[in-house]
């Protein structure tokens, strides 16, 4: 019996201890598993026991602020509507795009409820449904929306019903709703213990929150950032701006044409089966209404108030306010009288510039950005309305300016041997010809590798002016002190200076009104028409302030001109008319026909438009950044011989008492970077072509793309070997040569820069000459000629002739020596060798060219070698030891090349 007993009590405590087990563990597993912010939720506290203490703010939302913490109260109504969040940068380390008021990201949210749980929710507006029920429900179950948080509901109010949670955890956690770790990771993360709420402002129909961002090293180490003290460790100030979207329906989306410049919104819907293309496009554009909608001109409803921040120095405050109201203009010709207005902020205000009740232009110190401006604005996803827009002015343009009229420094400091430093850069990104330069070499698939997340800024707000602009900006100032007989006084810099920063101004107002870059713009005047004012001052120096623009030097002989557009262009006006003219559709779809009347002019010649995507990839000589006039051959012409006369004035008239040798070298630098673009816009007429956007059956109606005319391309041939492949193009004195030092100065943030003291005259030169060699004898190139030959109803440049034309320039020593022998000088030495390099790779099949280019590159180096076998038999005698040496090491190479090709050949066979 007591055995049973035992038995029976031992089974029972087991039983028990297995429960325990069992209801136990689950629960540790639990707490194991589940994150600090869980364990410490605080639902067994009351609605009031958690907002105790804390600061109460009424606006769009109810926030309560205080230790460190924000909570967020979510009313019934306020779930699963539309609100948009804004963000930008509050605060940046003047460096890159981590400047002080650059945009961050947009998008519309929604709060969901899920059980005990608020979502923070991207609805998926990539597809919509305008009508049918049914293809509603299959929408919704066809396509996910995008869900970045959650929050755990805290509390919930006894009496209202409404939401508590813990907002501060969808700011401060490390996958910040910003994006901002993201894009500074891995080499930093935020840190929690050095991040902290900064500034909470709630109103009736948004709120404004400041977040600072501490950022530590993370696993990959730092980054070289000279502008902070340590590069461990930074912090970045991130505005949230969360607002309503518009409640009233008056607005009418404006559908979008291709043939008119202006960023757009698109989605597909599916309820449309009928269209060959579902897709709709909105432009974005602001809400404008006549107050008269009769009446040809009219005042507007609610104007376009843009503020100028009180960081604006007060000297060019007027030059920025003219810059923003320059587009005036065009909106007068659309029907609309003072539709842009202009305040200032005071110096007293309380309101933040991020505000996103105001519009502002805003004045942005950076170390080394080269950004000089961006003009955003933030739209209504749902329909293209611009609801606000922000403009980032760089403040240090005008120190970049007076520097370089005061003391003739270097734009790139301690890169002053770097002649094609931004070229360089741009190449490995896909974006050289984005900076006016080749885009051979350029492929789809190495663009989508290479561009960054912020790189995809420029699709929706065209981020603007880098070190070309600054380039331009410089050879101004260059051309004034260099070009002119006096040295101008301080009202011709202030005039230049205030010139400048008005043109940039405008170009980003046209952003920030949903115009898109038109890097066709350049091309509406003559050359002989770009310095007469009477003409520039009237009709513009170009079509669209929405153009890089080049500097405008007048060629010798000429008195000057504008430097830079003053007036706003026919495009603009235009583009303008077909964006904002007031329609008096209640619809879309009703203003079709409005629409494409003002569309179809896109014909005549000054409404010409090329963008971002024609600039990428495409070659059009007409289409460039930082060209001018129609006549892009002329004007070239024209910039090369100011470069050689401000080569010349340089050797005359400095240095002077005060000056250093360095700024001489920078000096010849820029001018020397300024003639590298100009050869560039000749070299894409080479092969070059048009495309256009008009619609077929319309009166004027092109093609879509035409070929450059064959006098064109020789041309510009002709051009090439005056100015690229010649020795009179780089003829300088040892003189001039020996005066070129580098600056041995560190400057904040970087060492002293470590160059050869010495100026690398035949590095530089041969980089300009190979660069453009090999962008002519490009595979790309070659085969666009190839198909040239087809396209062309008249005659075309071929491929023979492009080979020909290249090889009697380069070696014109040797294929023209008749009665004498011509001794090579170390300049074009290196360039025949490059020429030989390029075309052995053809003939051993290193490179891609079509067949005919390689047959043909075989053929020239035969004829190119009896050529150089009759000089060394004629004139051997007549000649320098480099001479002989170097033709005679040619042949040799040739012969090498040709045998090799033959046994390739056999081989095959």
């Known amino acids: 019996m007591k055995r049973i007993r035992f038995w029976f009590a031992l089974t029972l405590w087991f039983l028990v201890g297995l429960l325990m087990v069992l209801f136990l563990f689950p629960l540790t597993l639990q707490a194991q598993l589940t994150p600090p912010w869980q364990i410490s939720r605080t639902q067994s506290q009351s609605f009031e026991d958690l907002v105790q203490g804390k600061r109460e703010k009424e606006g769009l939302f109810r926030l309560y602020e205080g230790a460190g913490k924000l909570y967020l109260e979510i009313q019934p109504e306020q779930l699963n509507r539309d609100y948009l969040l804004i963000t930008s940068l509050a605060s940046g380390i003047g460096e890159d795009r981590l400047v002080a008021g650059f945009p961050i990201r947009s998008f519309l949210f929604r709060l969901r409820r899920v059980n005990n749980q608020i979502q923070f929710v991207l609805p998926n507006l990539n597809f919509r449904v305008s009508q049918d029920p049914a293809v509603e429900r299959s929408l919704q179950q066809s396509f996910s929306d995008s869900v970045l948080q959650v929050l755990p509901i805290a509390a919930t109010h006894p009496t209202r019903n409404s939401l508590l949670v813990d907002f501060t955890r969808l700011l401060m956690s490390q996958d910040d709703v910003s994006g901002l770790g993201n894009y500074l990771s891995p080499h930093y993360t935020i840190d929690a213990d050095k991040s902290y709420l900064n500034q909470i402002k709630a109103f009736p129909e948004n709120i404004e929150l400041n977040v600072v961002y501490g950022f530590s090293s993370g696993s990959r180490g730092t980054l070289p950032i000279p502008s902070i003290p340590d590069a461990r460790s930074f912090n970045l100030g991130v505005h949230y701006s969360i607002s309503q979207l518009p409640q009233d329906n008056r607005y009418v989306p404006r559908l979008a044409d291709d043939r008119v410049g202006y960023f757009i919104n698109t989605y597909q819907d599916l309820g449309d089966t009928r269209s060959r293309d579902p897709v709709v496009r909105y432009i974005k554009r602001w809400r404008l209404e006549p107050q008269d909608p009769l009446a040809v001109s009219s005042p507007p409803v609610k104007p376009i108030v843009f503020w100028l921040e009180n960081t604006i120095p007060v000297e060019y405050r007027e030059a920025v306010r003219e810059g923003v109201l320059a587009w005036n203009k065009a909106f007068a010709k659309a029907g609309f009288q003072d539709a842009i207005v202009v305040k200032q902020m005071p110096d007293d205000a309380t309101w933040d510039p991020a505000d996103v009740r105001y519009n502002t232009v805003r004045w942005s110190s950076t170390s080394s950005s080269g950004i000089l401006g961006i003009g955003p604005s933030q739209m209504n996803p749902l329909t293209g309305e611009i609801l606000a827009a922000d403009i980032v002015i760089n403040g240090n343009v005008v120190r970049y300016l007076q520097d370089q009229y005061q003391n003739l420094s270097g734009l790139h400091h301690g890169l002053e041997d770097s002649l094609f430093t931004e070229d360089w850069c741009r190449q490995g990104l896909g974006f050289q010809q984005y900076w006016g330069q080749s885009t051979e070499g350029w492929s789809e698939e190495r663009e989508q590798e290479k561009v960054s997340a912020l790189e995809h800024l420029m699709t929706d707000y065209d981020l603007c002016y880098g070190f070309g602009a600054l380039e331009q900006a410089n050879m101004g100032m260059v051309g004034m002190t260099l070009l002119g007989d006096v040295i101008p006084r301080q009202a011709a810099r202030e005039q230049y200076i205030n010139q400048f920063l008005r043109f940039l101004v405008a170009h980003e107002i046209g952003h920030a009104l949903g115009l898109r870059h038109n ?203 005056k100015y690229v492949f010649s020795t009179e193009g780089f003829s300088f004195s040892s003189q001039l040569l020996n005066q070129l030092a580098p600056s041995r100065w560190p400057g904040v943030g970087r060492p002293v820069p470590l160059l050869n003291l010495d100026y690398p005259i035949h590095d530089n030169v041969l980089a300009l000459q190979g660069r453009i060699l090999r962008s002519l004898l490009s595979p790309q190139r070659l085969s666009r000629l190839r198909d040239q030959e087809l396209k062309t109803p008249q005659e075309a440049l071929s491929l023979p002739e492009l080979y020909d034309t290249l090889q009697g320039g380069i070696w014109s020593e040797v294929l023209q020596a008749e009665r004498s022998g011509i001794n090579i000088s170390s300049l074009r030495r290196s360039l025949q060798r490059e020429h030989l390099q390029i075309l052995g790779a053809m003939v051993l099949g290193r490179s891609s060219v079509p067949e005919d280019a390689r047959t043909l590159a075989w053929y020239e180096l035969r004829q190119l070698q009896g050529a150089i076998n009759h000089v060394l038999g004629r004139f051997g005698g007549q000649l320098d030891a480099y001479t002989r040496a170097h033709l005679a090491e040619t042949s040799d190479r040739i012969t090498g090349l040709l045998s090799a090709t033959f046994e390739q050949v056999s081989v095959d066979l």
């Open 519 to 721: 890097f066709h713009g350049s091309t509406l005047l003559k050359p002989e028409e770009l310095n007469n004012l009477d003409v520039t001052h009237d009709k513009g120096l170009v079509s669209s302030m929405m153009d890089y623009v080049g500097v405008n030097l007048a060629p010798a002989g000429t008195p000057q001109g504008d430097f830079f557009p003053v007036v706003v262009g026919p495009y603009d006006c235009w583009a303008i008319e077909y964006g904002y003219k007031h329609s008096g559709a209640l619809v879309s779809a009703a203003e079709r026909r409005f629409l494409d009347e003002i569309a179809s002019q896109s014909s005549r010649p000054e409404l010409a438009y090329a963008t971002d995507e024609d600039l990428f990839g495409f070659q059009d000589p007409n289409v460039n950044a930082f060209d001018l006039s129609g006549d892009v051959l002329t004007f070239t012409e024209w910039q090369l011989e100011n470069s050689r006369r401000m080569w010349q004035q340089l050797e005359r008239r400095y240095p002077v008492a005060g000056d250093r040798y360095s700024d001489m070298r920078a000096k010849f630098n820029q001018i020397f970077s300024y003639y590298s673009r100009q050869v560039s816009f000749i070299s894409n007429f080479i092969g070059g072509r048009s495309f256009n956007r008009d619609r077929p059956g319309r009166p004027n109606s092109r093609l879509p793309f035409q070929q450059v005319s064959l006098q064109q391309q020789r041309e510009a041939l002709n051009l090439l070997q």
